[in-house]
């Protein structure tokens, strides 16, 4: 397929500068028409803005679209089902949202019958494997432009360049971003990458997180809720009960108002290469401690420990870009077929950048047994005897190997 | 084997009451000859001390033994090698002590030409276990009594009756053990459990708690420390070598003062039950994210991806009481193999509560590449182009199998 | 729960010798009555005939049911689903028949009001862990009474004793089980233990072996045969739909006939010990293979990797007895969710002990591509130029941690 | 790194028409000098005569040599030690050679100062992907040349027609090399692909196979031989020590000879496609069968299992060429860590395309307790009573979940 048999091409795009020249781009290098995708994954800036802009710059089909509540229902919350931390550390926030975005630039497609989609993502990181994984696997005679692989402007000044030369005005870059570091964010997470972070033995100044307030900022006076959970998902706050975009919000303030979810981490990206990451992810840092916690009241010991055994490669999975693969989908339905118990209310307490479960019950789901834990007398709950034959049976084949041994 | 042929039993003895009693009721019930052992783990009392009490209750074969480095250097360390954590919560302080306390057990059973071993562990809990598995493994024809499933003695006021009508001082109960709840402490943690506990909706008070602050009365200025990382195991605090019991020592201090490593859990027993447990892992809680960190820099992305898919079994083993399993030392094997890169230094942020990692380094092992990573211009150190390769060929099942869905 | 409570006792009977007794047992012992199941599971006996043995032995309830469609549907189909195989050699034909029977008893129990269940199976073995876990797991108080952990009959001498004490028939044995062997069999397979098995240098007499013939004894002309394949499920031979439990006769006449099916093993047993086993699965191992075969061509890589690596988890899950345990309904769930597009048909030659897959089709779901596998020039389907970039960045780490090591 | 920066290039040359077509196109495209590599590796032909041929072609550098011995010690064997069979069928005979081929590139690159090595794989297999991963975790700087990717000879025919252009002669197609499919082989297996075999429906034709007979043209006479172990690795044949490649080779004799070892699967090759394979590896499938009758008497029933859930991992690390990177180097650590165990002697009965064990020994390591598996009164080895406090407490968790639901 060469570049004249594009027509139409579908654009992920934030109304910022670099989207704003691959706008610009691909009607010069493609000659072709572009149709605008803004999606409102809860980034925290307004979305319906971004029409002008793209009125301005010729688009005639423009997609504006608010998909939160999409966004946290059906990609965070069975996400979290998973309790999924990318290599000990990273929630995840960034890699989720790519497939709702990559699913919507395909379904954009085939209403606007556009044979290609486009987006920001640079050659080096994982946004592109993300997006493009997705778009394959909905349709798989997609033709994908990642201009950043295929332009000479590598560097910020080649690219503040081309806008002055192509008539693309510079304030376009979006009010707030005045920051040095590249920066994404949705109802989940907002990301920093670059800048002084690329030494990672340099912490960055206090100055660049958005979203929380830094522990020794935070208030002197905890704050304790209560976390309603069914079937693996939160539902309520303090008995209020919620929308899923409208819980995650509310997290979100909760968290940042007291220091909570502050991560920086060097990460193995899939491309080959490790990068340094700054997160915060005050709602998802909550919910992950939240959701453990009603699991430890209510899962089987097993199904547990299966879950965390293949916790990894499901993170894993998600990092890469996988959502919408067999594979991921296969340890879904293991995942979810454990959460029908999951109810019940969880108690943490939000103080200074810590998260701590002070209490957690389910009037239908709990498998605490008081009378078989408790020390004291149990009135025949438990056979204490049993534990000798549980030991011996369980010893058995270390025994006949050491006498073997001998 | 009847209770006659048991002529010389080596005891786990803390000098408390339980195994005061314990002592009496084996001279009574199995007439035979009781060699007490006591290890010093870094539990932070006086064991010498002991001795008097033994040799009032008749002993003659008295083994009091500081054995903090040999558990920290042989036992701790190779666990946090793999960050290991069970059930998302627990760091396995009371576990890792366990087959350390039986491989004396059979070592001194051995020297003393005894024919058996006894422990003060309860039918209902996990150490039972771990101490049984531990000497039936080294030693397959020992003979393991345990008390707790042998006699009626299960209540504390039956308890205190054996006591009294024996002659038992109840001023054994050792000074420090006024609390209600049911301690354990070594070098690595102390835990609480039992009393107010056994409802998972309460949170204990703040009296609770030995080892730490609460984050609330921490100081209000952050602690910054750097840790010296040599294959995979801290040797160095702020650039002072210090042994590893020295070390571990060191961090529990400073994470104590800090208010860090409180953990308040649902867990689930190997015997079956669901128990809430209460933990103080002050130190650990520092080491395990400094490693993390230490790792992030210097470890192949597949290497700790593989030690982040093992780690939940390998935890598992642990808490179940497999240390001395064929399966455990082949997961340590391939723990071990990937460490030996595993050098730098780690500078963490301690502050009420929270362990943040601030920086890394690695003069030798370092696999962070700067000139690859970077936002900017990388001077041809990376071909971006070679991500649609990469992207298409990793896509190439998805789209064929989304080619045969139409 | 003494002896004395225990009112009426369902009991798993199979109107052989060691049932007959355990039937005049518990009639002396507990001083209850006995409710006698005897299920049809593809034995290949006649189980009408149990009925007047059980009259004779003073039953008033007697249940007699054809269980073969249900096991197959529901229990072996299920599990060939995933591949299953247990250390590589055994197709878990014994233990796949115990949840339903202990399902059986539990719901014969509650429908005619007993209190306890029993069964033939000895300590020693997989049958009593198998059968007793999968009744407590659907009925938690239910009362299990195991003979053969509480008598002293632990001989087949004290065992026929006690039958000519107690005027039971020694005639009871049954006819065909002439051999030295203890032998079990479903519609799944046979198996052999005990006797000169006991000794695993020592290959068993050809006569030991009753569903196949040795390949030596086979025709000498292969017979190819079409097995059809839906939703990952066999549903047919030569293009003949045939319910589950016949399709799985037929393949067990058709692998008999041509020496196919026998394995003769050690394997681990859940209670600790190492057993010598042999078995004759011929149907099954002729569906292994084709199932395999089919989802060669139709599953995804990735799905089917990740079904591999679970496997062994799913197969030791069955074999220990935890049928009714949320982790194998986890597991299950992950791989039932794989199997909506193995549909197709597989051709198989059985020669003498060999299952030769000789091809493999799928309308509807084939992966296979000529036009992308082709050594031949392929349209442009293929891009051979995207292997350089696939290479090169899963080459990238290595790269970098090789120029680390300089 | 442009082609005129090419100096002197290393390239695996068999002698045959496509790498004598890659010399010719190697010294005319970068007008470098070529030195050539060619290695017995038990592929079953003469490669001394190579030799005239790369004179003819100009080559100054050339080398020869055997590497069967190191290739069946070092890569045959440790992959043995796992059990290793990829996607259940295959046996890895093509992956596990190319590892080998790689590092003695880049060696003899490195004593001939070249900058570049060079292989005949196509842009559409695995080999391509195995030999370049090696070869960059070896020398991360290398330059690799694949002529299959870089040039448009992209069928038989355009290569015929550049043969002849350039003086080629076509007589250069080894002797032997008169089958249509694509072969590959060495002291483990002989593969072929391609022609017939692109429709997984069809057949091949007896007259493809090549190091075995049909096993209906096997002798009517089984073959009973014994193999010693020696820490996992086979020593000896019928008592008489081999060296690793005689071993081989004796087995791959004995193998072929009695039909075993054909394999005719559709397997997922890295690159993304599912492709047509037909694989006789006579040696290798006795060896196999062997070496899991030797663990399944030596090996802990743990550390099988662990090996078991481990092995499809290791086995697809190797099909997918990753054999120089730490997370292959981390399995074998874990699985030679259990290998000390098993020595010991396996009987295999090779009868028409069966392996068949019927006997397995171990002087100093069997764990196969007959006092304690016997059906016979065991005379106190195995307490039958303990295994109800074995049930018991593997069913609490399940028995306080059924509780929970009423």
């Not at 078989?372 to 005897?385: C, H, R």
Request: glycine share 8%.
């Amino acid at each position: 397929m060469s570049k004249a048999d594009v027509k139409k091409v579908v654009l992920a795009y934030s109304g910022g500068l670099d989207t704003s020249i691959i706008v610009k781009w691909l009607q010069d290098e493609y000659q072709c028409e572009v149709v605008t995708f803004t999606a409102d994954v809860g980034q925290g800036e307004e979305v319906e803005p971004v029409r002008a802009k793209a009125e301005a710059a010729g688009i005639k089909e423009i997609y504006i679209e608010d998909l939160t509540e999409e966004f946290v229902r059906d990609y965070v919350f069975p996400m979290f089902r998973a309790n999924a931390i990318y290599e000990g550390e990273y929630l995840l926030g960034t890699s989720i949202a790519r497939p709702l975005i990559a699913k919507r630039l395909i379904e954009i497609a085939n209403e606007t019958g556009a044979d290609a989609i486009s987006h920001g993502a640079t050659g080096k990181g994982n946004d592109q494997v993300r997006f493009e994984l997705g778009a394959y696997a909905l349709r798989p005679d997609i033709r994908i432009i990642a201009p950043w692989r295929e332009w000479d402007l590598n560097s910020r000044e080649k690219l503040l360049a081309y806008a002055e030369d192509h008539g693309i005005s510079i304030e376009m870059k979006r009010e707030g971003k005045k920051s040095p570091y590249s920066m994404d964010a949705n109802l989940l997470h907002i990301s920093y990458e670059g800048y002084d972070l690329e030494d990672p033995w340099t912490e960055p100044g206090n100055e660049m997180w958005r979203w929380s307030v830094s522990p020794e900022e935070a208030p002197d006076q905890a704050t304790t809720i209560e976390i309603g959970f069914e079937q693996g998902d939160p539902v309520s706050i303090d008995g209020e009960r919620l929308s899923p975009a409208s819980l995650l919000l509310k997290l979100n303030q909760l968290g940042g108002a007291n220091g909570i979810g502050r991560a920086d981490i060097v990460e193995n990206r899939y491309v080959g290469m490790k990068s340094r990451g700054c997160y915060e992810t005050p709602g998802g840092t909550i919910l992950l401690k939240a959701h453990r916690a009603m699991e430890s009241l209510t899962l089987d010991r097993e199904a547990a420990h299966m879950k965390d055994e293949l916790m990894p490669r499901y993170a894993k999975l998600i990092y890469n870009g996988y959502w919408f693969a067999p594979e991921r989908e296969m340890l879904q339905a293991a995942i979810d077929k454990t959460q029908s118990v999951v109810n019940g209310v969880v108690r943490v307490k939000l103080y200074k950048g810590n998260v701590s479960v002070v209490g957690r019950k389910s009037d239908t789901n709990s498998l605490f047994d008081e009378s078989i834990a408790t020390f004291e007398d149990d009135a025949g709950a438990y056979n204490q005897q049993d534990a000798e034959g549980f030991i011996k049976l369980n010893a058995l084949r270390l025994r006949v190997a050491a006498s073997k041994e001998d």
